[in-house]
């Protein structure tokens, strides 16, 4: 993430990909107070083993897409709500990537960036089976907690005639 103030969303990545027991770095590495860093970040994500980067950023929002600059992983931006702008001015900054250098984008906020950490666990399930049932399994989870919304709820009022 660009700053420690992003965590606030950018946790819900790591909750996410905690209960899938899947490992992750939760890191700050701003793209305009430390580029260098940034930079080596990006460049030694490959040989540190990382499947994708899940970068979290606000304002100008400039960390996903020089990420994607500098790696071939994967890169998962999530627009981090700006003070005035409420992350608008985020997400068109990561969504507009120039051809060639592509960010995944997600929705603003904690929506992004469990949504994000989602992607990245279907992205790796694609060739580890148990993940793949993990997976599978939340997803039922997410479907029966849908149907057992209507549980509960009183019929329609009927007109009277």
Same mark, same amino acid.
């Given at each position: ?42 460049? #030694? ?5 990382? @499947?994708?980067?899940? /970068? &979290? %950023?606000?304002? +100008? $929002?400039?960390?996903?897409?020089? *990420? ?31 051809? #060639? ?5 997600? @929705?603003?906020?904690? /929506? &992004? %960036?469990?949504? +994000? $950490?989602?992607?990245?666990?279907? *992205? ?38």
């Amino acid at each position: 993430m660009g700053s420690s103030s992003d965590w606030e969303v950018m946790s819900h990545a790591a909750d996410i990909l905690t209960e899938f027991g899947v490992p992750f770095e939760a890191q700050v590495v701003s793209a305009h107070r430390m580029p260098d860093d940034m930079f080596r970040y990006a460049e #030694g994500a490959r040989e540190r083993g990382l @499947a994708a980067i899940i /970068a &979290g %950023a606000g304002g +100008a $929002a400039h960390l996903p897409g020089m *990420l994607a600059a500098k790696t071939s992983v994967p890169v998962l931006g999530v627009p981090v709500p700006s003070k005035h702008l409420q992350g608008v001015d985020s997400l068109h900054s990561i969504v507009q990537m120039p051809r #060639g250098v592509p960010v995944a984008t997600f @929705a603003i906020g904690a /929506a &992004g %960036a469990a949504n +994000a $950490a989602l992607f990245a666990v279907a *992205l790796l399930a694609h060739a580890d089976a148990a993940l793949r049932e993990r997976l599978d399994a939340f997803r039922a989870r997410q479907t029966e907690a849908a149907r057992a919304m209507t549980v509960g709820l009183a019929a329609p009022a009927r007109q009277q005639g």
